[in-house]
RNA sequence: GCACCCGUAGCUCAACUGGAUAGAGCGACUGGCUUCGGACCAGUAGGUUAAAGGUUCAAAUCCUUUCGGGUGCACCA
């Protein structure tokens, strides 16, 4: 990842600083050399400079030690424009920009912009899809799939920042084996019974039928016979069976959309059903066996070789013409060429990996979009601490999305009682559902996708420290200075009033959102923005309590006011982009009476 | 058996893809509200980056080997 370099998107402030340094780099060797060598860099601490120049590549070229180059630069550069002092600190060349005039662009530039800061025209004119969510309905919803919604959320989000054309995309996995086997559980033991009769929650409901189903196979195992034969029967067309399977799914679907609508996640602009689809991908198989992507062995399988490629080769059809997983696959790909897409993601857990090059590769030789144009958003598993979640055998206590969920809003409950004693019901319900949501939301994106992540139901969630609560209760305090200053934000201040360490940090921080905003995208990750958050809540937080704002002499009073102004504004478009709310107050309103302090 | 991923503080995670003294949060201990919101802030302790070699001016990062964990591997979805 390069928070730096190859970011296009950048602050006006950064973009001349970095285009100065060079120039007078440029100009002060006795060579010509390319701008590539100059790679740009943030030193490791504020106190180093603003901005860093490592010599080692310029030094190899230039047949020089790097100390002494640094040395020679440092020498040899007059301070000009935004650079007012250059430093060699051994082979790295140190530049410290002129605070006032970098402030004055930063904070005018974001408080002009305000939600266009940051935007850019990465994506412009090109189309993408997004599929995400892709659940098996069979069974509730995990945690892991609480996971790959909000990548998939904020990956969309960060992207329509970035000037794309986005189509959200899910595809419903709702034929097959397992599928089956929760109707055979249903037919057996559901005696009739609707989710409302039973009073579960209908995916709960279903669910259960598929557990129960797996429990007894091991007692019973020619149950899983029962299981193929009703698959086959579905496959047929059998009426009886389509009945029972289209009022499962339909029940099932209704619970998904609900934990959905808890975990705020809006509609999808397209949503794909396998079981509208699968038998259609013989369609693009025949295709794919005239281009000769295909081959027909002895035994009548069809499949794709790809060991030229260095990956195993790939059945997508069996003998009796009957299709697999990917076979439908290949299908949407004819679908969506409606969309004529410029760019296909497919947010799916990383036990696909393998999977996801070879049908890749397949889409490729067919003639579909250009590889480097797919993407695989793999992420890891959520595991216990001591092993993985199963979701066969039911789900793990606190694993579900809706348990975790209720838990979570629980202890929200519970925190904000704790805290203002006399607030009203409804009010405290409302805070609860978005600051336990923003404590899930946060504590997954904070981890970059790829790696495993170990959840303890029991404490892994916090509101304290490093979390979606600490940066909405940052946002909230600067409300809150807001509503008690009763003063507008303005441009028209003295810039040199802002002359603190602790508020510059603020400022530089301000200035690099463009290049994380950039580079989210460019690595699929938006734990890159949601990291940065926090720094950005923290440097605030910092400044907070040792300079005043609103007691501050009025010159003074009003310069912060609009840094701080500046530092909400990044804060609440970063954490939208998150799909984590911004709340305007964290405790009760000034004015309702009976809070105590 | 083969392939891919991973191993960083007691715990959960970072580390700008090879750059400066490996950083945060939690937990532990200590301190801070007559001052804009204590869901906060400050401080202390805590590391041979699984181990051993190698490449490099520079390695948690790249290569090799070993150990440990995970995930896949053609007719499941």
Same mark, same amino acid.
């Given at each position: 990842?390069? $928070?730096?370099?190859?970011?296009?998107?950048?602050?006006?402030?950064?973009?001349?600083?970095?285009?100065?340094?060079?120039?007078?780099?440029?100009?002060?060797?006795?060579?010509?050399?390319?701008?590539?060598?100059? #790679?740009?860099? *943030?030193?490791?601490?504020?106190?180093?400079?603003?901005?860093?120049?490592?010599?080692?590549?310029?030094?190899?070229?230039? /047949?020089?030690?790097?100390?002494? =180059?640094?040395?020679?630069?440092?020498?040899?550069?007059?301070? #000009?424009?935004?650079?007012?002092?250059?430093?060699?600190?051994?082979?790295?060349?140190?530049?410290?920009?002129?605070?006032?005039?970098?402030?004055?662009?930063?904070?005018?530039?974001?408080?002009?912009?305000?939600?266009?800061?940051?935007?850019?025209?990465?994506?412009?004119?090109?189309?993408?899809?997004?599929?995400?969510?892709?659940?098996?309905?069979?069974?509730?919803?995990?945690?892991? +799939?609480?996971?790959?919604? !909000?990548?998939?959320?904020?990956?969309?989000?960060?992207?329509?920042?970035?000037? *794309?054309?986005?189509?959200?995309?899910?595809? *419903?996995?709702?034929?097959?084996? #397992?599928?089956?086997?929760?109707?055979?559980?249903?037919?057996?033991?559901?005696?009739?019974?609707?989710?409302?009769?039973?009073?579960?929650?209908?995916? +709960?409901?279903?669910? &259960?039928?598929?557990? /129960?189903? !797996?429990?007894?196979?091991?007692?019973?195992?020619?149950?899983?016979?029962?299981?193929?034969?009703?698959?086959?029967?579905?496959? /047929?067309?059998?009426?009886?069976?389509?009945?029972?399977?289209?009022?499962?799914?339909?029940?099932? $679907?209704?619970?998904?959309?609900?934990?959905?609508?808890?975990?705020?996640?809006?509609?999808?602009?397209?949503?794909?059903?396998?079981?509208? +689809?699968?038998?259609?991908?013989?369609?693009?198989?025949?295709?794919?066996?005239?281009?000769?992507?295909?081959?027909?062995?002895?035994?009548?399988?069809?499949?794709?070789?790809?060991?030229?490629? @260095?990956?195993?080769?790939?059945?997508?059809?069996?003998?009796?013409?009957?299709?697999?997983?990917?076979?439908?696959?290949?299908?949407?790909?004819? %679908?969506?060429?409606?969309?004529? %897409?410029?760019?296909?993601?497919?947010?799916?857990?990383?036990?696909?990996?393998?999977?996801?090059?070879?049908?890749?590769?397949?889409?490729?030789?067919?003639?579909?979009?250009?590889?480097?144009?797919?993407? +695989?958003?793999?992420?890891?598993?959520?595991?216990?601490?001591?092993?993985?979640?199963? &979701?066969?055998?039911?789900?793990?206590?606190?694993?579900?999305?809706?348990?975790?969920?209720?838990?979570?809003?629980?202890?929200?409950?519970?925190?904000?009682?704790?805290?203002?004693?006399? =607030?009203?019901?409804?009010?405290?319900?409302?805070?609860? @559902?978005?600051?336990?949501?923003?404590?899930?939301?946060?504590?997954?994106?904070?981890?970059?996708?790829?790696?495993?992540?170990?959840?303890?139901?029991?404490?892994?969630?916090?509101?304290? @420290?490093?979390?979606?609560? *600490?940066?909405?209760?940052?946002?909230?305090?600067?409300?809150?200075?807001?509503?008690?200053?009763?003063?507008?934000?303005?441009?028209?201040?003295?810039?040199?009033?802002?002359?603190?360490?602790?508020?510059?940090?603020?400022?530089?921080?301000?200035?690099?959102?463009?290049?994380?905003?950039?580079?989210?995208?460019?690595?699929?990750?938006?734990?890159?923005?949601?990291?940065?958050?926090?720094?950005?809540?923290?440097?605030?937080?910092?400044?907070?309590?040792?300079?005043?704002?609103?007691?501050?002499?009025?010159?003074?009073?009003?310069?912060?006011?609009?840094?701080?102004?500046?530092?909400?504004?990044?804060?609440?478009?970063?954490?939208?982009?998150?799909?984590?709310?911004?709340?305007?107050?964290?405790?009760?309103?000034?004015? #309702?009476?009976?809070? /105590?302090?």
């Amino acid at each position: 990842m390069d $928070l730096f370099g190859s970011a296009k998107n950048k602050a006006e402030a950064e973009k001349k600083a970095t285009a100065e340094i060079i120039e007078a780099i440029k100009k002060a060797l006795p060579k010509k050399v390319s701008s590539k060598l100059i #790679a740009i860099d *943030y030193p490791p601490q504020n106190n180093l400079g603003d901005y860093t120049v490592p010599c080692f590549l310029l030094a190899k070229k230039l /047949k020089q030690p790097p100390v002494e =180059l640094a040395e020679f630069l440092a020498k040899n550069i007059e301070p #000009a424009g935004l650079i007012s002092r250059i430093e060699a600190k051994g082979p790295y060349l140190n530049f410290f920009t002129n605070q006032k005039v970098f402030t004055e662009l930063v904070l005018k530039e974001i408080f002009k912009k305000k939600s266009r800061f940051g935007k850019n025209i990465s994506g412009k004119g090109k189309r993408v899809m997004v599929e995400y969510f892709s659940p098996n309905t069979n069974k509730p919803l995990t945690i892991g +799939h609480v996971r790959n919604i !909000c990548l998939g959320q904020s990956l969309v989000n960060l992207m329509k920042l970035c000037g *794309y054309k986005v189509i959200q995309s899910t595809l *419903y996995n709702d034929r097959g084996i #397992a599928i089956a086997k929760t109707i055979v559980g249903y037919q057996k033991w559901g005696n009739g019974q609707t989710p409302k009769e039973a009073g579960l929650k209908p995916d +709960h409901f279903v669910g &259960s039928f598929y557990v /129960k189903f !797996c429990q007894q196979a091991k007692i019973e195992p020619e149950l899983e016979k029962e299981a193929k034969k009703v698959l086959q029967e579905w496959e /047929k067309g059998s009426k009886e069976i389509k009945v029972v399977w289209q009022k499962l799914m339909t029940w099932v $679907l209704d619970g998904f959309k609900e934990t959905l609508a808890d975990l705020k996640i809006g509609k999808f602009d397209e949503e794909y059903y396998e079981s509208e +689809h699968y038998q259609s991908g013989k369609e693009a198989v025949e295709k794919g066996l005239k281009k000769g992507v295909f081959v027909k062995d002895s035994e009548g399988v069809i499949l794709a070789p790809l060991q030229k490629y @260095g990956l195993p080769d790939k059945i997508v059809l069996r003998p009796d013409d009957t299709s697999l997983y990917v076979t439908q696959d290949l299908y949407l790909a004819y %679908l969506k060429e409606k969309y004529q %897409l410029d760019q296909s993601i497919y947010v799916v857990g990383s036990e696909q990996d393998l999977y996801f090059k070879q049908l890749f590769k397949i889409l490729e030789l067919l003639g579909f979009l250009k590889a480097p144009n797919y993407h +695989h958003l793999s992420y890891g598993m959520i595991r216990l601490p001591d092993g993985k979640i199963k &979701s066969r055998e039911g789900l793990i206590k606190g694993t579900g999305a809706d348990d975790l969920l209720a838990e979570l809003n629980n202890l929200a409950e519970t925190e904000i009682k704790k805290r203002f004693p006399d =607030l009203v019901e409804a009010e405290i319900e409302k805070r609860a @559902g978005q600051i336990s949501l923003a404590a899930l939301k946060f504590y997954i994106l904070a981890v970059s996708p790829a790696t495993t992540m170990v959840f303890d139901p029991a404490q892994s969630i916090a509101f304290a @420290g490093r979390t979606g609560p *600490y940066l909405q209760y940052v946002a909230a305090r600067i409300n809150s200075i807001f509503a008690k200053g009763k003063e507008k934000p303005s441009i028209k201040i003295d810039f040199a009033k802002l002359d603190n360490e602790l508020e510059f940090a603020i400022v530089k921080l301000l200035s690099r959102f463009p290049g994380i905003v950039s580079a989210a995208v460019k690595n699929f990750d938006p734990s890159i923005l949601a990291n940065y958050l926090f720094d950005l809540a923290k440097a605030f937080s910092l400044f907070y309590e040792k300079l005043p704002v609103l007691n501050a002499d009025k010159e003074v009073k009003a310069a912060r006011l609009l840094l701080i102004y500046d530092v909400k504004t990044i804060l609440a478009i970063g954490l939208e982009l998150l799909g984590i709310e911004v709340l305007e107050k964290m405790r009760r309103p000034a004015g #309702a009476g009976g809070f /105590k302090l």
